[in-house]
């Protein structure tokens, strides 16, 4: 059995190429998220002995996103969820995006997104994780697919220099519980994404025709709670790989008031890992990017 939602969609989810923004698909997810946690979760409502519902109760550890197809606005898109993993401190919930307006409507339910978050029930008054109720368990179990547990990234050694961008916390962007919501995050790491690659192509040779790209996966390891505050963090990203159509940027968000100590790397509070492609807009498909593109690209790779 899957949990089926419908989410309405907005004008200003829509990007440059007039697709539905990377960031709106994460948003996407979590509303279908909440839908389903707090229809099925097992725990509807707090108690005064018992933990806080799944829905105000939980933490993503980790996102992987793969893009499938772009997505033009449309009334609603479908999300089709279920779990592939419960353990005693965690559960992995899968989801699948199409463009369908109905179950019984094949002919648009096209894949446009496929979907992993791995949760951890947390006591967000004790501060601290907390292991599943039974009927917390027996909820998520209800739509149990079992499949390959979703393990965090280990960080592979860096192969570029970083590139770094100052990035200021909105209020916006922090949840009921005083920490940035977990979409935030893939919009600040876009943000810091943008102007890294517009610092980079300012060595392109003028005249070179314009790229255009997109992103084809996210991946996403939430590590430490960033919190609202006036001082800006810190997003540093570096190239990892450049191949014919795409490339691979990784990056880390710090908080540059922690002491580092010397000749040690800042600790990283969220790290992000996207998969970029290039785009023929004529087209709608992938496109490889101008060499000058590339080369500047594989420039900031070391040997």
Not at 26 to 41: C, N, S, T, Y
Request: hydrophobic residues 40%; glycine residues 6%; charged residues 30%.
């Amino acid at each position: 059995m899957r949990h089926v939602y419908e989410c309405p969609m907005r004008w200003a989810d829509l990007d440059l190429l007039g697709h539905v923004n990377n960031v709106a698909h994460v948003d996407v997810l979590q509303e279908a998220r909440i839908d389903m946690l707090r229809r099925r979760g097992g725990s509807h409502d707090a108690t005064p002995d018992g933990p806080a519902p799944l829905t105000s109760g939980s933490v993503v550890v980790r996102l992987e996103v793969s893009y499938v197809a772009p997505l033009r606005l449309r009334r609603h898109v479908r999300v089709e969820m279920w779990t592939s993993e419960v353990r005693a401190g965690a559960f992995t919930l899968d989801y699948e995006v199409t463009a369908g307006r109905s179950s019984s409507d094949d002919t648009e339910r096209d894949v446009v997104l496929r979907a992993r978050t791995l949760l951890a029930p947390y006591d967000f008054d004790a501060d601290r994780p907390r292991r599943l109720t039974d009927a917390e368990r027996e909820g998520l179990s209800a739509f149990l697919e079992p499949g390959e547990p979703v393990r965090r990234a280990r960080p592979e050694p860096g192969r570029s220099r970083w590139t770094e961008v100052p990035i200021a916390v909105r209020f916006s962007d922090v949840d009921v519980f005083g920490h940035v919501n977990n979409v935030a995050y893939v919009e600040l790491f876009q943000e810091a994404r943008i102007k890294t690659f517009g610092e980079l192509m300012a060595g392109v040779p003028e005249g070179t025709p314009p790229m255009s790209v997109v992103v084809a996966r996210t991946d996403v390891d939430y590590l430490r709670p960033v919190l609202f505050r006036g001082d800006p963090y810190v997003i540093r990203t570096r190239v990892e790989e450049v191949r014919r159509t795409s490339f691979v940027l990784v990056s880390d968000l710090v908080d540059p008031l922690e002491p580092v100590p010397d000749g040690a790397e800042p600790s990283a509070l969220a790290r992000a890992r996207v998969v970029v492609v290039g785009f023929d807009p004529a087209t709608q498909r992938a496109a490889a990017p101008a060499a000058p593109y590339l080369d500047v690209l594989r420039g900031r790779l070391t040997p």
